[in-house]
């Protein structure tokens, strides 16, 4: 079980730039754009893999407890229910976790850039 998870460099400073502006901490903006991911059009299993093998891992660093916290089990089903299979641990964890959080990372800021404040960016987020 890998228990790290280390995303890329234009991750990292996306993370710095929101935390700055919204005062949010980089695991909150981390779940996030995890879940803006998985609101995506599904990709294949196979895509997800690829796509995150060519990511740089030059970012920030986050146990895996951190992002997942108590409700791992959730964020595995939901990753599976997405690309319609069963994920391993280390597939999970890192491979699918990191990919996205790198997917949802610019739809967020780009989303958070639109809304004047938090309430604005929790309302947008909740009609999708």
Not at 4 to 17: D, P, V
Not at 32 to 56: N, W, Y
């Amino acid at each position: 079980m890998i228990f790290r998870l280390r995303t890329s460099k234009e991750t990292e400073e996306i993370l710095a730039e929101l935390k700055s502006k919204h005062t949010l901490t980089p695991n909150i903006i981390s779940r996030l754009a995890v879940g803006i991911s998985l609101k995506q059009e599904p990709v294949t299993k196979e895509h997800i893999e690829s796509t995150t093998k060519k990511i740089d891992n030059s970012g920030l660093e986050f146990q895996r407890h951190t992002l997942t916290g108590e409700n791992e089990i959730f964020y595995k089903v939901l990753m599976e229910n997405y690309c319609k299979t069963h994920l391993t641990d280390e597939e999970f964890f890192p491979v699918h976790f990191k990919f996205h959080l790198e997917n949802g990372i610019k739809e967020l800021k780009s989303n958070m850039e639109m809304c004047n404040n938090l309430e604005n960016l929790i309302k947008e987020l909740l009609r999708w």
